[in-house]
């Protein structure tokens, strides 16, 4: 076992990492430029048939992952199934650089296919290397979170520039040269198969209850998190009506990625040497939710200036809630799972979350008639997510070291 690294992370979790940070910025730099695509000339779409078929695209890939991870889990093994998506998906972004309408649905169906098999597959590849210590799991799944953000932030900015001054063309094959440096590290990522695990000391049930409610709750926090913007974007339209305004909408978009990578670095140690159970930092996480929700819903409908301060902090401490929430729900599962399904399994954490915000798409009409009143609701079933957390902390507890 190799522990030649800054932190007490194996090698392979940092190539893990690697090749995820490159597949994400392939991914959702590709994901920037369809609809652009799309309606452009080569193409001809109107803008309801584009994100009609995008829509369709995001969809499918949700349950691209489910078959992806059964193959990963059953048939070939999670690196494997990792290396054949990533080299799957440049196929498909190299056939969109193609720019012709024959290779739209050709290029989007390989990276279905490839996204579909490359991403479960490297969540459970990278939890399994934490599997003989697991008290090091939310410090680890906090760097691949941070690697992944800072992935498609990188990806969206890149591709867009590239696209914006040498084209389409450009913009997808580049996609594809990051996925093939994805496949490198995959190549060179550990499967983790000589790892024993450490010995469960709590019941197939608190186990299974464990799991269940981490899928819970990251499709909650989603649904939540995006039926906040009902009301956040109606905020800060008004606060960009404002004379002496200084900050775009371009640099409130960069608000989130920045907390993420400078919070990220600051929880990977943290996480280490702070022992704190699941529970109690879901906890912490949607206080601070209810805290960015509150400040939002008492911002004045005729904003001034000193509401830009308030307006930023709660964005500050949605985007630190999601810490608190997000990777941890990985790091869960990766706890409690058995590893033989561990892809299966992370696979399922997709759908929750899909169905619910494909719901507020679908009804957004409705939301959007009243999201004074949508955002009060989001604060007072956030408060009552956080005393549940705590209750369940509680409940399920196993009384191991990784409860504390």
């Known amino acids: 076992m190799e522990h030649s690294t800054p932190l007490p992370h194996r090698r392979g979790a940092y190539i893990t990492s690697s090749s995820m940070l490159f597949e994400r910025a392939a991914y959702y730099g590709v994901r920037s ?5 799309m309606i452009g000339e080569t193409i001809g779409y109107s803008t309801p048939e584009a994100i009609k078929v995008y829509g369709i695209f995001t969809g499918v890939l949700v349950a691209s992952k489910i078959v992806g991870a059964l193959i990963g889990d059953f048939l070939t093994g999670s690196k494997i199934s990792m290396i054949i998506g990533v080299f799957t998906q440049a196929l498909g972004a190299f056939s969109l650089s193609m720019n012709a309408p024959v290779f739209l649905y050709v290029g989007m169906g390989l990276i279905v296919l490839g996204g579909g098999l490359y991403s479960p597959n490297t969540l459970a590849l990278f939890g399994k290397q934490y599997l003989d210590r697991k008290r090091l799991l939310d410090s680890g799944f906090m760097l ?31 996609a594809g040269v990051l996925y093939i440096i994805s496949g490198v590290f995959a190549f060179y990522s550990n499967e983790a198969k000589d790892i024993p695990e ?22 909650f926090f989603w649904f939540i998190y995006e039926l906040s913007f009902i009301k956040t974007r109606e905020v800060q339209a008004s606060l960009s009506s404002i004379a002496d305004n200084p900050i775009t909408n371009e640099m409130w978009q960069q608000l989130n990625p920045l907390t993420t990578i400078i919070g990220g670095i600051i929880l ?18 949607f206080i601070l939710v209810a805290l960015a929700f509150s400040i ?50 992370m696979a399922f ?56």
């Open 296 to 345: 939002v819903y008492l911002i004045s409908p005729s904003p001034s200036s000193i509401h830009i301060f308030f307006y930023g902090g709660s964005m500050l401490l949605l985007s630190i809630a999601e810490l608190f929430i997000a990777p941890i729900v990985y790091s869960s599962i990766a706890q409690y799972v058995n590893r033989k399904y561990m892809a299966t399994v």
């Open 349 to 404: 954490t997709f759908i929750p979350s899909f169905i619910f915000t494909s719901f507020i798409g679908i009804f957004g009409e409705t939301f959007y008639q009243n999201p004074s009143a949508v955002l009060l609701a989001c604060i007072i079933v956030t408060v009552l997510a956080a005393g549940t957390m705590i209750g369940l902390h509680y409940l399920l507890r196993d009384n191991s070291t990784l409860s504390v």
């Open 268 to 285: 990977i140690f943290a996480w280490y040497k702070l022992n704190l159970a699941h529970y109690l930092k879901f906890a912490v996480g």
């Open 33 to 37: 430029l369809l609809i652009i695509f």
């Open 144 to 174: 691949l979170y941070l690697a992944i953000n800072l992935g498609a932030g990188l990806g969206i900015y890149f591709l867009s520039i590239t696209s914006e001054y040498f084209g389409f063309s450009l913009g997808f094959a580049l």
């Open 198 to 219: 450490e010995k469960q000391t709590s019941t197939v049930t608190k186990r299974t209850l464990n799991v269940l409610a981490a899928i819970s709750i990251a499709a």
